[in-house]
């Protein structure tokens, strides 16, 4: 791989676990692409080096989110133990196509994974209030509780407590839990146990097959039917993407395909831009984000789409 081509497939690895660090997924189905287009592995070697790249950034973002408090263990756990059947399936079924069916296979999940969230910009609900930080979030705030004995900034003015749409939190006095990590109060119903068992399995599945994380579908169901708030759905979708990537490469076989001259600067430059994600995360918009990230990912599907036509086709 000559070092242009090094420096490009970094750079977009570093975007790539910008969006794991940052949404908790989407973005790694850019790995299988870039590491076939850019780097030049077959797409078998391609999706079994994405499982390596994609599992050890998500297991940093994972330690990043729980620092914060925003990582479900049990739920993420219980999900990726879920998807365990689809992951072996998905693997099995990888070895069976041909590569370029497969990548053609990948140009359309990335269609779909890139309209999706185009489509989530067009819907006011499809993310909860506390997508954006608390200090952007606070619509015509009511100041209350101005005692004299508050404290005071060096000009003169006052501590202030307001009542507003997003959980206000004293700074000299930080709860023991923080708000962003509030457990589902929704009751456990018979509908909710089978889609929380069809999404684990398909997300498996895909992990499997492709090599993908499959954020793009771990965070709205940890969000619609777990009930959690963005930031904790991102950081437990962290944990199921990790355990599934370790699962789906226990399932191949272990490492020994792997070739670590390519994989591991580009995991290196995945994991820093996870460690970044988390930062960018505390400040902009998942929805400006998204996107972005949506735009990319069209693209990227088109350039792989073409590109698998036209090898099927010769």
Same mark, same amino acid.
Not at 77 to 93: M, Q
Not at 155 to 166: E, F, H, P, W
Not at 237 to 263: K, M, P, Q
Not at 283 to 294: D, E, F, I, K
């Given at each position: 791989?000559?070092?242009?081509?090094?420096?490009?497939?970094?750079?977009?690895?570093?975007?790539?676990?910008?969006?794991?660090?940052?949404?908790?997924?989407?973005?790694?189905?850019?790995?299988?692409?870039?590491?076939?287009?850019?780097?030049?592995?077959?797409?078998?070697?391609?999706?079994?080096?994405?499982?390596?790249?994609?599992?050890?950034?998500?297991?940093?973002?994972?330690?990043?989110?729980?620092?914060?408090?925003?990582?479900?263990?049990?739920?993420?756990?219980?999900?990726?133990?879920?998807? =365990? $059947?689809?992951?072996?399936? @998905? *693997?099995? +079924?990888?070895? /069976?196509?041909?590569?370029?069916?497969?990548?053609? !296979? #990948?140009?359309?999940?990335?269609?779909?994974?890139?309209?999706?969230?185009?489509?989530?910009?067009?819907?006011?609900?499809?993310?909860?209030?506390?997508?954006?930080?608390?200090?952007?979030?606070?619509?015509?705030?009511?100041?209350?509780?101005?005692?004299?004995?508050?404290?005071?900034?060096?000009?003169?003015?006052?501590?202030?407590?307001?009542?507003?749409?997003?959980?206000?939190?004293?700074?000299?006095?930080?709860?023991?839990?923080?708000?962003?990590?509030?457990?589902?109060?929704?009751?456990?119903?018979?509908?909710?146990? =089978? $889609?929380?068992?069809?999404? @684990? *399995?398909? +997300?498996?599945? /895909?992990?499997?097959?492709?090599?993908?994380?499959? !954020? #793009?579908?771990?965070?709205?169901?940890?969000?619609?039917?777990?009930?959690?708030?963005?930031?904790?759905?991102?950081?437990?979708?962290?944990?199921?993407?990790?355990?599934?990537?370790?699962?789906?490469?226990?399932?191949?076989?272990?490492?020994?395909?792997?070739?670590?001259?390519?994989?591991?600067?580009?995991?290196?430059?995945?994991?820093?831009?996870?460690?970044?994600?988390?930062?960018?995360?505390?400040?902009?918009?998942?929805?400006?984000?998204?996107?972005?990230?949506?735009?990319?990912?069209?693209?990227?599907?088109?350039?792989?789409?073409?590109?698998?036509?036209?090898?099927?086709?010769?």
């Amino acid at each position: 791989m000559g070092v242009v081509h090094l420096v490009v497939a970094s750079i977009l690895a570093l975007l790539i676990g910008l969006s794991l660090g940052a949404v908790g997924g989407g973005g790694s189905i850019l790995a299988v692409p870039v590491l076939v287009g850019v780097v030049g592995l077959t797409a078998e070697a391609a999706t079994a080096s994405s499982l390596v790249v994609v599992g050890v950034a998500s297991l940093v973002g994972v330690v990043s989110h729980a620092r914060v408090r925003r990582v479900a263990v049990t739920a993420g756990l219980g999900f990726a133990a879920v998807g =365990a $059947a689809g992951s072996f399936a @998905g *693997t099995r +079924v990888n070895e /069976l196509l041909d590569g370029d069916v497969l990548l053609l !296979g #990948f140009a359309a999940l990335m269609v779909v994974v890139g309209v999706r969230m185009l489509q989530s910009l067009r819907r006011p609900d499809a993310l909860p209030v506390d997508d954006v930080p608390l200090e952007r979030v606070r619509p015509d705030p009511v100041p209350v509780e101005r005692s004299a004995e508050l404290p005071r900034y060096r000009d003169g003015a006052q501590l202030r407590r307001y009542v507003s749409s997003t959980v206000e939190v004293d700074p000299a006095t930080p709860p023991s839990t923080p708000p962003s990590v509030i457990p589902s109060s929704r009751p456990w119903t018979a509908g909710r146990v =089978a $889609a929380l068992v069809a999404t @684990g *399995t398909g +997300v498996g599945f /895909l992990t499997g097959l492709f090599g993908v994380g499959g !954020g #793009f579908v771990i965070v709205p169901a940890l969000v619609l039917v777990l009930g959690f708030t963005m930031p904790v759905a991102t950081g437990t979708s962290l944990l199921v993407i990790a355990v599934n990537a370790g699962l789906a490469l226990a399932f191949r076989g272990g490492l020994g395909s792997v070739d670590w001259g390519v994989v591991a600067p580009f995991t290196l430059a995945a994991v820093v831009g996870v460690l970044v994600g988390r930062v960018v995360a505390d400040r902009v918009p998942a929805r400006t984000l998204s996107g972005a990230l949506g735009v990319l990912i069209l693209a990227v599907a088109l350039w792989t789409g073409i590109d698998a036509v036209i090898a099927l086709s010769t």
